[in-house]
Nanobody, 138 residues
Framework: QAQVAEAGGGSVQAGGSLRLSCTAS????????MGWFRQAPGKEREGVAF????????WYADSIKDRFTIPRDNAKNAVYLQMDSLKPEDTGMYYC???????????????????????????????WGQGTQVTVST
């Protein structure tokens, strides 16, 4: 079973930046869907950014387009969430999820990970971390 670990959350003022990291280990898949969800208190979980590590364009939620990016480092089995121009509404717990896939795209990974993470129980092929808190103040 793979492990996924997030890091890099914290508190920042509106307009600032944070960079989250997500590292996956303990698996042998050559390509993966990896992505970020977030959840604010009292709100539904939201898909933020997703990427297929085999290449192609990422998928971004409309709420964060042009402010967030999801760079990847395949050598480190890692993806990041570069968050710029942060707003108070970006506050929440950010979760990284991963699943090994043979083919994909950013859009495919968004739909795939969203579907799997909403399943009860979650499939054993899906891996996720404990989350990291992001707080943006005015």
């Amino acid at each position: 079973q793979a492990q996924v670990a997030e890091a890099g959350g914290g508190s920042v003022q509106a307009g600032g930046s944070l960079r989250l990291s997500c590292t996956a280990s303990g698996y042998t898949h050559s390509s993966n869907c990896m992505g970020w969800f977030r959840q604010a208190p009292g709100k539904e979980r939201e898909g933020v950014a997703f990427i297929y590590t085999g290449g192609g364009s990422p998928w971004y939620a409309d709420s964060i387009k042009d402010r967030f990016t999801i760079p990847r480092d395949n050598a480190k089995n890692a993806v990041y969430l570069q968050m710029d121009s942060l707003k108070p509404e970006d506050t929440g717990m950010y979760y990284c999820e991963q699943e090994g896939v043979r083919h994909g795209s950013g859009d495919f990974c968004y739909h795939r990970l969203t579907l799997l993470s909403a399943s009860t129980p979650r499939p054993s092929s899906l891996n996720w971390g404990q989350g990291t808190q992001v707080t943006v103040s005015t």
